[in-house]
């Protein structure tokens, strides 16, 4: 099992075209079709209200969605310098990606650490993400559980996850099952299928919940019927050993 596990562990698998969302994710979404989405789980929306602003991010969007990266960037910008954070977020998804550009780590960290500190949830998470993959030099533990947390308090499903995965591995913090289960528990309950996967795990194996295996069975057929293939492999280990052992009364 544990090599499952692994295979669920946000920080070791994601890579930075993961971080990437499209552009389209900044404006709010009764600006787009319905068939508009966002590859990251718990989307945000965005916290752009004037219609101004609105107008102009959609033109970025359209711009960027066109590989017009350097009218996307112009047209981003100087509503990042006025203090925009879904623009500021967007520049730095540009900007981490290399996309018309040449790729600036200072600049990715310049532009989410604004969007982060005014709150904009998917600025934290992802300035988390790219403390703990080391993209600003150093990877930094501390500073990737401080902004996880900040986006876990404003309902970020993704930052729930992380925050589990990272105190059941023990990876630059204490290792705590309790904590991990704890944060599994409310990634759950916003519906994330990752946090009812691993919390699935924790349950059949007793790691920092008591051991229940009903508990994992239904956790597990939970992230399962939300597509995880890995959680359905699992369950059906668990119903397979369980069956021999049966066989064997």
């Known amino acids: 099992m544990k090599s499952n596990i692994l295979k669920k562990s946000l920080f070791y698998s994601l890579t ?36 101004a602003d609105v107008e102009v991010l959609k033109k970025a969007s359209l711009a960027y969605q066109e590989k017009k990266y350097t009218e996307a960037i112009n047209l ?62 150093k990877r930094s533990a501390t500073d990737a559980v401080k902004w996880w947390e900040k986006a876990a308090n404003q309902g970020h499903g993704d930052a729930y996850y992380a925050l589990g995965q990272i105190y059941k591995v023990g990876d630059g913090v204490k290792k705590d099952e309790k904590k991990s289960a704890s944060y599994n528990q409310k990634g759950l309950e916003l519906g994330h299928p990752g946090c009812a996967y691993e919390l699935g795990v924790a349950y059949a194996k007793g790691a920092g919940v008591p051991k229940d ?10 992230a399962a019927d939300k597509g995880d293939q890995v959680a359905l492999d699992v369950l059906k280990n668990i119903e397979k050993n369980s069956n021999t052992k049966n066989k064997k009364k």
């Not at 969302?21 to 718990?42: M, W, Y």
């Not at 879904?86 to 540009?94: K, M, P, T, V």
């Not at 295996?213 to 939970?222: C, G, V």
Request: glycine share 8%.
């Open 213 to 222: 295996m009903n508990k994992a069975k239904t956790l597990l057929k939970e």
């Open 76 to 137: 981003l910008k100087p509503l990042a310098d006025k203090g925009n954070t879904d623009a500021q977020f967007a520049l730095g998804l540009i900007y981490v990606r290399g996309e018309g550009v040449k790729a600036d780590p200072n600049l990715v960290k310049e532009y989410w650490t604004k969007s982060a500190n005014a709150g904009h949830p998917e600025a934290q998470f992802n300035l988390g993400m790219a403390y703990i993959r080391g993209i600003f030099g």
């Open 16 to 51: 930075i075209s993961v971080l990437s969302l499209s552009l389209s994710c900044f404006v709010p979404q009764n600006a787009f079709s319905a068939n508009t989405k966002a590859p990251i789980q718990n989307e945000q929306k965005a916290n752009t209200t004037n219609p």
